[in-house]
């Protein structure tokens, strides 16, 4: 498998998993930030980190937005995604003295290796050393992959619109930075509440493919409104609940920190900020968020 592509989607792949609602006539992936000062509108995408790029020929004036501004806002500066994948790397082990025979049953050890077999092709002989929230993610993108093979070795959205701002010499910047996003990834929960997570994965992969599949249809269909649904949408005795701190620690707590950071970033030039699609609505979205400080926000569709 190749690591360094699975890696550089591992460190973007989770956002996309965290959306609240929007009034039903404000319903779009490509907002302009206009008001409270600014000289000229900055805009706000949402991305999906496993589309290809081609799907921005559907979005009606994405491309024109970009080409407005004149600095690119991400999640992430992948400029140097060699160094983050190896600090990634460094953090992903699990603490010495703990293995999956420690954290799992016999009968579970045997589920989870069979399932890194079947899609990863190797199993925990070669990938126990791994923490199970890295293991969780790599099924889950494999998986994806595996269900929707139109995924290349083609740039993806975010990676696409960086590439672009650095071929018009235009300055990238990122709201996180690696050690952000590795704790949200592998050290925001214990050990055994990933080993728990991970199994629960593992034991209901059909859980896994309906969740894909909704996100998937909502997404092409540009429906924000459908995707806040789908995140929080109920399940009748779900297996594998989140709590509340951990949808926080995924979604609202870093809105929060990034909403401190736009006002200055967007009062020095025109940006356009393409984050995952899940941050933008809702009461704890960058929307409402963006909104409370003065600035118009507005669907552009």
């Known amino acids: 498998m190749n690591y360094s592509k699975s890696l ?7 956002v996309f998993l965290s959306c609240t609602a929007q009034p039903k006539n404000e319903n779009s992936l490509l907002w302009e930030v206009s008001g409270n000062g600014l000289e000229k509108p900055s805009y706000l ?19 024109n937005a970009f080409e407005k501004t004149e600095q690119t806002v991400g999640e992430l500066d992948m400029s140097n995604m060699a160094e983050m994948q190896m600090e990634m790397m460094a953090h992903s082990q699990l603490p010495e003295g703990v293995t999956y025979e420690s954290l799992l049953s ?44 139109t995924i290349s070795n083609e740039a993806n959205i975010d ?6 701002a650095i071929n018009r010499n235009r300055r990238i910047i990122g709201l996180e930075d690696t050690e952000d996003q590795i704790y949200v990834l592998l050290n925001a929960q214990t ?11 593992v034991q209901n992969p059909d859980l896994l493919k309906e969740q894909m599949d909704e996100l998937q249809e909502a997404y092409h269909s540009q429906d924000i409104n459908a995707l806040y649904e789908l995140s929080v949408k109920e399940t009748p005795n779900d297996p594998c609940p989140s709590t509340e701190e951990e949808k926080n ?11 401190e950071k736009l006002p200055a970033i967007m009062a020095d030039k025109p940006s356009f900020i393409a984050v995952g699609c899940l941050h933008l609505p809702g009461e704890v979205g960058l929307i409402e968020g963006l909104r409370e400080q003065g600035y118009n926000v507005e669907p552009v569709n």
């Not at 550089?8 to 989770?14: E, G, Y």
């Not at 050990?191 to 994965?201: D, G, N, Y």
């Open 249 to 259: 620690a995924l979604n609202k707590d870093r809105n929060i920190k990034w909403l």
């Open 106 to 149: 016999p009968e579970e050890v045997t589920q989870l290796d069979s399932t890194l077999k079947n899609l990863l092709h190797i199993g925990l002989d070669q990938l126990g050393t791994l923490k199970p929230s890295m293991l969780s993610n790599l099924i889950s993108v494999t998986f994806y992959q595996k269900h929707y093979p």
């Open 191 to 201: 050990i055994e509440r990933q080993a728990e997570m991970l199994i629960c994965m």
């Open 159 to 164: 990676q696409y619109f960086q590439s672009e």
């Open 8 to 14: 550089f989607v591992i460190l973007s792949f989770f």
């Open 45 to 63: 995408f949402g991305t999906h980190h496993l589309i290809p790029v081609s799907f921005l020929d559907s979005v009606a004036g994405v491309h």
